[in-house]
Every structure is written in C-alpha cells, then in structure tokens.
C-alpha cells in the first residue's frame, strides 16, 4: 500500500474514533476539563490498544468500526468513575 493510501486509511479510522470520543464528550460536559481531557485520553487510548490487539499494524476502516462497536455506548463511559 502506498503511503498516500495508508496516510489516507489512518485519517478514516481516526475520524470514526473521533466520532465516539466526541459522543463520549458531549456526555462530559459537568466535568471539569482536566478530568475530561484525562477521561478522552484515557478512552482513546484504550480503543487504539483493542484496535491494535484486534488487527495488528494494519488495521481497516472494518476494524475499527467492529472495534467500537464492542465498546461501551459513550453514556456509560461518561459515566465511569475511578
């Protein structure tokens, strides 16, 4: 695959990631904003380490999608409390 393809690849697995995170964050909005960077980073981590587990160093955009399809919906994860 050529870098421009694999560039192009990455760009759409990061905006249906971004997709979730952003659902997670509108539910976020009573929080204080260092604990809702720390929660986001914390979730985005964690779904690009399943992403990983799940397709390696090559994932699709059908991975992804399966990968946060298994995740919690965004209101349980807004939720959470350490």
């Known amino acids: 695959m050529t870098r421009s393809r694999t560039t192009a690849k990455t760009a759409r697995i990061q905006r ?3 997709r979730y995170l952003k659902a997670v964050a509108k ?3 009573d929080r204080p904003p260092a ?3 720390e929660l986001r980073r914390t979730v985005e981590d ?3 380490e399943r992403l ?3 397709a390696g160093d090559g ?3 059908a991975d992804a999608k399966e990968v946060l399809s298994e995740m ?3 209101e349980p994860v807004a939720t ?3």
């Open 16 to 18: 249906h990631i971004n």
């Open 46 to 48: 964690h779904v690009h």
């Open 59 to 61: 994932p699709t955009v």
């Open 72 to 74: 919690d919906p965004p």
């Open 80 to 82: 959470y409390q350490e």
């Open 52 to 54: 990983h587990q799940a």
């Open 27 to 29: 539910r976020l909005r």
């Open 35 to 37: 604990e809702k960077r």
